[in-house]
């Protein structure tokens, strides 16, 4: 049975987190086969996910670590107001 877009695009932000059975990515092979918009999304999501993962490794990346005392006491008092 042929899955629908909704169930497809959970297979695909799922298939980044864990890997998928087998019959799980058949089901999604057969869907994205037959769904260009679905298609759109999945190679967009990947995008997104090897853009994520590249910026998060660079040596420019700008961690907390980084910042001033001053500014992660701001910081620390703004999110403790919440």
């Known amino acids: 049975m042929i899955i ?9 932000s799922a298939a980044i987190d864990h890997e998928l059975t087998l019959y799980e ?3 999604l092979r057969l869907h994205l ?3 260009r918009f679905c298609r759109r999304y999945a190679d967009q ?7 994520s ?3 998060g490794d660079s040596p420019l ?3 907390a670590a ?8 701001r910081i620390k008092k703004n999110v403790s107001e919440d």
């Open 4 to 12: 629908s877009c909704k169930k497809a695009a959970k297979l695909v």
């Open 25 to 27: 990515k058949i089901r």
């Open 33 to 35: 086969l037959m769904c």
């Open 45 to 51: 999501i990947d995008l997104l996910h090897q853009v």
């Open 53 to 55: 993962r590249s910026i």
């Open 61 to 63: 990346n700008t961690s």
């Open 66 to 73: 980084g910042l001033s005392p001053e500014a992660k006491e």
